[in-house]
């Protein structure tokens, strides 16, 4: 790898499912990568664990899914954990699928979009450079420091028997070293040695580069949004002291013909 490259997500400019993409991967890969928007009024959180009225945030998913029709017939999340499991799906049936315990997601079937719900954590989204296998990280510090990275690319390349030089990885939208204050301990969990002593800021986005890098990722891109500075688009969990909702981040091969 030769050093990480800024790429942003552009908003898609759909006020009923306010979202950003990644239009090189959609170009590149043919594929639908990208995270949801925070929108205007009472804005658009997709979280469970919030306050709203279930009929809302679900009618907000309803939304989603019907936004990625017809190259989506199926949507795969998962009840995160902040671990280092990463979920291999294949053959999975029309629906909205949610697992028991997750942080990732991997599969080559097309029609399926993989989902993960973030605000301030990084989704990690990973491809094969021929975009046939990809896969989608929920990336807190602990699953960070414990694996999560790891684990999601040896799932991606054993789907694809390739190397981790065909890998491509892009770090989404989520909190920026300058507004991610954090405690010793998290920072030496994370960053091991390279830690310093008492309260700094920790850039999870720098740390998970130089993991790909150490896996030998042959191509890195990250997201120069952050969800605490841009809070106008995003929801921060950190800037909003734990009252925002969530975001939701996507990828997916779509079924051929539809894009
Ligand atoms: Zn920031």
Known sequence: MVGERAMAESSVGDASVPRAELVEWRERFGLVAGIT???????FSLGFWTGEPVGVVMGRWQALRDAFRPGFGALQKAH????TAVL??????????VADAGDGHATTQSGLLLAVTVADCIPVYLTTSDGRAVALLHAGWRGTAAGVLEAG???LLAASNGSPRDVVMHCGVG????????GEEVASAVLGEG??????RLDLRAALCRRAEALGVGEVTVSPL??????????SHRASVGKDGRMVAYLGIPKPASL
Not at 88 to 97: A, F, I, S, T, Y
Not at 175 to 181: K, L, S
Not at 195 to 200: D, E, F, M, P, V
């Open 37 to 43: 928007e925070r929108g205007a009024g009472e804005g």
């Open 80 to 83: 995160q954990v902040h671990g």
């Open 88 to 97: 291999w799906h294949q053959g999975v049936g029309q629906g909205w699928h």
């Open 153 to 155: 690319v040896r799932a």
């Open 175 to 182: 909190i920026c070293g300058a507004c991610y204050e954090v």
């Open 195 to 200: 830690a310093s002593r008492g309260k700094q």
């Open 226 to 235: 952050c969800s605490s500075c841009h809070r106008d688009r995003f929801f």
